[in-house]
């Protein structure tokens, strides 16, 4: 059966950085794309791009270019994201979704269990 | 960039009732790229539906997804106890060759 499984809850101070990552197993990894997406406390859901794992090419989301890098292991199945320059309004929680392609309408049918990032002095 | 607006934000029903909601797009959804998520405090987003109007797997035929272009809706027929939850919608774009999603803010659906 398809399993993400996402590392343990963070504490940062602001301005340093954070990597996240997402063990992917259950089917065939490089054939399909991930998502990542937060959401702060309370809030809705933000997404923040999207990687290749077969060729590793990413999409950001505009708001999230150059200050977030997604990244992927193909000898481990697992999926990383990092988010540097940590700010209080990076406290989120942090998933990981697989996109389901064409076929599934672009959607996002399995998804991690969640990893909290805290951002605080 | 497409924006969703999802309305209401608040819908409060009781089980039994029948409950509409809307997602609303700033541009014309490519192909109906929109799906439906539910989400349970504490749990990760489930799918509902994609492509606007098909089930995902698992889904109860209570839940039903329709429209085009840029207005959607998510029909639950006869609400269930464990539908009470917060709904958000989200589309699939393109600009400039790149790929883009969106998230509607959510609609939450409470028990009345």
């Known amino acids: 059966q398809v399993q993400l499984v996402q590392s343990g809850p963070e504490v940062q101070r602001p301005g340093a950085s954070v990597t996240v990552s997402c063990k992917a197993s259950?089917?065939?990894?490089?054939?399909?794309?991930m998502h990542w997406v937060r959401q702060a406390p309370g809030q809705g859901l933000e997404w923040m791009g999207i990687i290749d794992p077969s060729f590793g090419s990413v999409t950001y989301a505009p708001k999230f270019q150059g200050r977030v890098t997604m990244t992927r292991d193909t000898s481990t199945n697992t999926l990383y994201v990092e988010v540097s320059s940590l700010r209080s309004d990076d406290t989120a929680v942090y998933y990981c979704?697989?996109?389901?392609?064409?076929?599934?309408?672009?959607?996002?049918?399995?998804w991690g269990q969640g990893t909290l990032v805290s951002v605080s002095s | 960039e497409i924006l969703l607006t999802q309305s209401p934000g608040t819908l409060s029903l009781s089980p039994g009732e029948r409950a509409t909601l809307s997602c609303r797009a700033s541009?014309?959804?490519?192909?109906?790229?929109l799906a439906w998520y539910q989400q349970k405090p504490g749990q990760a987003p489930r799918l509902l539906i994609y492509s606007a109007s098909t089930r995902a797997t698992g889904i109860p035929d209570r839940f039903s997804g329709g429209g085009s272009g840029t207005d959607f809706t998510l029909t639950i027929s006869r609400l269930e106890p464990e539908d009470f939850a917060v709904y958000y919608c989200?589309?699939?774009?393109?600009?400039?060759?790149?790929?883009?999603?969106?998230f509607g803010q959510g609609t939450k659906l409470e028990i009345k």
């Open positions: 989200q589309q699939y774009g393109q600009q400039y060759g790149r790929s883009l999603y969106t």
């Open positions: 979704a697989r996109d389901t392609g064409i076929g599934g309408g672009n959607s996002a049918d399995y």
């Open positions: 259950g089917y065939n990894f490089p054939g399909y794309f």
């Open positions: 541009q014309t959804v490519s192909n109906n790229y």
